[in-house]
């Protein structure tokens, strides 16, 4: 397009496929006034473009110059769209509650565009339209809710109409294929349709002649943040209120009130078990895997390997998934107003067993029931909000603590009378600072310290450690039987930051409540334009950046990515617990010291989008670091033992060293294929991955989305807990009626050579 101070042209330019040259431009209207959200729109040798602010559609074929056709688009109509195919146009009108079609012709030797058809409105703000040709004929198909409808282009009459059983697609765009069977009566018809939701991107569905072949759920391919949810325990969530009333009673009352809630329950719950009691035997003895039907909606399993992922996409949506059922999605529901557009989200959190609170960055603030999707609660803040958190209040409840733009904080939910104890939030002030904020009561919030890196580094990104990180230990024990002590801290914080003049990568362990810094390291020689990734659990670190030894030459130093691991002790001396000494409580705004940290690097094959640590019940089973890869979208999990920093350099480990677990370092962390969860599977933009704990301390959930979504369950000490499938259990039941029979038949052979040896004694 080109333009000039009294009007805007419109070009043609034809450029060919097999030279790449391109034909001197070709005027297709002499005066077109196109808004700037609006575009110019071609197809099948068609050309249309919008103007008088949107409301005039204008169109014209490819090759010479001729007055276009103007179109008056009703001012109740919110959307067009427009289709062409050989001689025929369409042009789809859709308003707030119907929508309807208009039929075109060009005339192929004069060029000139008349009407010829005009569909009546049909009920229903999402449709979608597409022209097929076939047979010398062309077929207009039309997608409404629920069902879809053949025309034939020169007719008006329906051809055919597919009614979608149990099912309302509400289409945006569709694309379709018709051609006539046969008997000249019926025709076959296959339409791939995206469909429109609130909050979401969409679906997409594959329809055959009315039936649904298959489906995608495309709209959870933008989810930005994640939040489990525990699913509740049906036998102790029936019987709560019964034990409440026990609790309440003298000793012999509630004596009798359990003994009678014991038999009720037989008579409840006995039939059914002794009902499913053979096929929980002939499962559990043929090693079957068994569909677990038993446990649907807010009930888990007996392993805790169901739980809720309740999802934010970047569209406003809000989604529950069941990461045990393959993912089905429970239930959905729109953040986003359609009034305003939807600017992010601050945080998500559960803030009651059950119940979801989310906080959006424009200031709404939301609980939903976490199992059925019904809006509990809804605020509206002062401002737009700059950072959430979740804390716990004296009153043994749960709230959402919110910092606004405009400097003041807000409990969530409002009302809600919380005693609120002091509050520490951390925030990325700006490129160069990172603000820590106390929030107490109703008092304005206060900065209590700010970190400033040196002169020309930018903060990057910061990262915590995870709410729930159960610590089974607070020593490390030895080969040789001695501890070392970790140095544990609930609020760590790790700032990432980049100079791209000198080219370096430093990570910073900061204190997150007194802003002290605990720990530093620089990297010279890095790419400052790839992202550092960073995570934080328990006592040690982890990150990755990329080192080009050609920015800057260090010795030593290798093109690659780089995978650093650093531990915190309390003391370089074992059986030593530094300055800590034989103190009872510690506090951040106490000088204690800082850390004795053991660090070591790898070379890592493959850039890094994120990490995430397994987590499980009470933290005894060993750790494993999940690696999301760059590129390839899979999820590699390396165990924490091969990070050790306390691995022998240049040497073989000696007797303790073995005895511990230890091995000889090797500078390469090679990606080994049975180490990746997603294995031959081909995922595509993942960006996080979230994990939690089941009822079984060896197995962890994993959940990572941002594109496609991927669960599994992994068990990083294996499945101790749990018998494997290659138990022999009938081996062992034959084993034990064998003995049974046996003593049985041997028992009277004993007593007789028994009693016989004591007559021949006598």
Known sequence: MASSHSSKQLHLTTIALATGQASSPSSIAASIDVPPKHQVLHSDGILSWTENKGRTLKFAPWGRKVSPIAIEIPNDVRETSFYALKDKIAVHFKTHSNSWVDLYHVNTETQEVSKLLELPPRIGAHSASSLSSSGGLTYLVWNLPGETILYDTKHPEVLATYIIPNQTINAAFGISEVAPRPDGA??????????????????????????????????????????????????????????????????????????????????????????????????????????????????????????????????????????????????????????????????????????????????????????????????????????????????????????????????????????????????????????????????????????????LEEVTSFATRPAHDPVASIGRVLGDRSVMYKYLNQHLLVVTTVNPVLSTASIYLLDAVSGSILHSATHAGADTSQPIVATVSENWLVYTFFGDNDVIATPGAAKSYQLVISELYESEFKNDRGTLGPAANVSSFTSSGKPHVLSQSYIFPSPVTSFAVTSTKQGITSREVLALLAGTSQIFTIPKRVLDPRRPVGRDTDAAEKEEGLFKYTPVIDIEPKAVLTHERKMLGLKQIATTSSMLESTSLVFAYGGDLFGTRVTPSMPFDILGKGFGKIQLVLTIVALTVGTVVVAPMVRRKQINSRWAAT
């Open 186 to 455: 019926s025709y076959a018809m296959r339409t791939f349709v995206s469909s429109v939701a609130p909050g979401f991107v969409g679906d997409s569905y594959l329809i055959r002649s009315g039936d649904v072949a298959w489906s995608r759920k495309e709209s959870l391919s933008s989810i930005v943040a994640s939040i489990w949810v525990e699913l509740l325990d049906q036998a102790a969530e029936e019987i709560v209120d019964e034990l409440k009333v026990e609790t309440h009673t003298n000793i012999a009352s509630a004596y009798v009130h359990r003994v009678k809630r014991h038999l009720n329950e037989l008579v409840l719950y006995g039939p059914d078990w002794l009902k499913a009691l053979p096929h929980r035997i002939y499962g559990a003895f043929l090693n079957a895997e068994t569909v677990d039907t038993e446990h649907t909606g807010k009930w888990r399993d007996f392993f805790g390997f169901r739980k809720f992922a309740i999802v934010v996409t970047a569209e406003g949506g809000l989604a529950a998934i069941d990461v045990g059922k393959g993912g089905e999605v429970v239930w959905e529901a729109v953040l986003a107003s359609p009034e305003a557009k939807f600017q992010g989200i601050s945080g998500i959190y559960e803030v009651r067993k059950g119940t979801v609170g989310v906080v959006t960055v424009g200031g709404d603030y939301v609980e939903y029931d976490a199992f059925e999707g019904i809006l509990l609660h809804q605020d509206k803040l002062a401002a737009t909000v700059k950072a959430t958190s979740l804390v716990d209040t004296p009153a043994k409840a749960k709230a959402v603590v919110a910092l606004l733009d405009n400097g003041d904080a807000a409990v969530l939910p409002s009302g809600g009378g919380f005693g609120l104890e002091p509050v520490h939030l951390s925030i990325k002030e700006s490129a160069r600072a990172v603000k820590g904020i106390r929030i107490s009561g109703s008092s304005q919030p206060v900065t209590t310290w700010t970190f400033v890196p040196p002169a």
